[in-house]
């Protein structure tokens, strides 16, 4: 018997006039996490008021197992696990980090998933309160106590499930049972097709670059324009679509007005993963610039891969190792968008061409269901371990 399997995911639940709201993304990865599962499942989900981009209204019968909701500020109980064979929980929920011992009240063993290492942290907290210098110090002295129950919490669990190589690199020495996995959307019939790699690799036009995703300081948005600028500089033929929504989006808009970029760079809105991005991507688009200015485990690098298009990223923890181990891409320095368009400026098309081929076979070995049967099987073997 496999036994009850309860997901504690930091994702909230915006509530509205009644009604609960679920991330798309999100309510399709429950339904896939009961399925792989085999057996019953809870979810236990706070509820809240941050804004969900996108989001849809659902109830408890759209939702596979059980659901149960709690306030925002309320904690954890027993009874939240009661029942559970393992309790899949998220370490980077300071929230969540007492669940060892309601785990050991309940008789559950517990599973801790981990994106963000400290330093990744400590670089978001930089960014987001660079103005703010007390606020930021209170800020790092909190990350740095919540380090300590962080550790202590992993070495408590059953195992430890970590997304991304930097998450990997900070924490495997804690447990002695972990499970890496690199976290992407793309699925093996969603990824280029051997006439869409002939035809990126026969074409003779302007250079096609793209980004896509969060419009916001963190993922180097700030980069984008003043890239496009110093290509444009260089006397470079090439045209940059960016596709996504953030803080940074009307930024983007004033600076393509001011510097009279219309006619090469274009601003799309975002467009849904599957039906939009994936296929114009594999169809439109050369090299994927990602000028994150932090160590996330970025869905972005694998879901461009995937589509057959070679990254170049900034010399961040994530994507240092993912290029190394994939010959992928190619990495430049972080926050300097001139040398950022020397490298550009420096590839052939051979060299783009044998690369995308890399990038493409990379990703087809990891492709979302490989690495999410990864977790899947590491969460069967935390349960069949006696208690």
């Given amino acids: 018997m496999t036994g009850m399997l309860v997901m504690v995911p930091s994702v909230h639940v915006m509530m509205r006039d009644g009604q609960m709201w679920m991330d798309d993304k999100f309510v399709a990865g429950l339904h896939l996490f009961a399925r792989e599962w085999g057996g019953p499942t809870r979810v236990v989900l706070r509820q809240g008021t941050g804004t969900l981009p996108f ?16 306030a925002e500020d309320a904690a954890i109980t027993a009874d939240d696990l009661r029942g559970a064979r393992v309790v899949l929980g998220t370490a980077d929920d300071h929230r969540q980090l007492d669940l060892a011992r309601l785990c050991a009240d309940v008789g559950a063993r517990l599973v801790y998933a981990i994106e963000y290492p400290l330093q990744t942290r400590l670089a978001v907290a930089r960014l987001e309160l660079a103005r703010r210098p007390l606020r930021l110090a209170r800020s790092v002295q909190w990350l740095l106590t919540q380090e300590l129950r962080l550790r202590r919490a992993l070495r408590a669990a059953d195992g430890v ?29 969603t990824m280029a097709t051997p006439p869409e790699m002939h035809a990126r690799a026969a074409w003779d036009g302007p250079l096609r670059i793209v980004h896509a995703g969060r419009l916001i300081a963190m993922k180097g948005t700030q980069d ?19 596709f996504g929504a ?6 983007i808009i004033d600076d393509l007005a001011r510097h009279d970029l219309g006619g090469i760079v274009r601003l799309h809105e975002p467009v ?37 298009v070679p990254v170049l990223g900034t010399d961040n923890r994530m994507w240092s190792e993912l290029a190394r181990q994939s010959g992928g891409g190619w990495v430049m320095p972080m926050g300097q ?11 052939d098309r051979a060299a783009i061409a044998d690369v995308s081929a ?17 977790r899947m099987d590491h969460l069967r073997k935390v349960a069949a371990r006696p208690t």
């Fill in 337 to 347: 968008p001139d040398k950022a368009a020397g490298i550009i400026a420096g590839l």
């Fill in 246 to 251: 953030g803080d940074m989006r009307q930024a």
């Fill in 55 to 70: 989001a849809s209204p659902v109830t408890a019968a759209d939702l596979p197992g059980e659901l149960r909701l709690i």
């Fill in 224 to 242: 984008l324009i003043p890239t496009a600028l110093a290509l444009r500089g260089r006397g470079i033929d090439f045209r940059m679509d960016i």
């Fill in 272 to 308: 849904d993963f599957v039906t939009g991005l994936v296929p114009w991507m594999r169809q439109n688009a050369d090299l994927f610039l990602a000028p994150h200015r932090q160590s996330d485990p970025s869905c972005s690098y694998l879901e461009a891969m995937g589509c057959g």
């Fill in 358 to 374: 890399r990038a493409l076979e990379f990703a087809q070995t990891h492709d979302f269901q490989g690495e999410f049967r990864r």
């Fill in 161 to 189: 499930q970590a997304n991304g190589f930097p998450a990997m690199a900070a924490y495997g020495g804690l447990n002695g049972n972990m499970c890496l996995y690199l976290d992407n959307r793309s699925e093996r019939e």
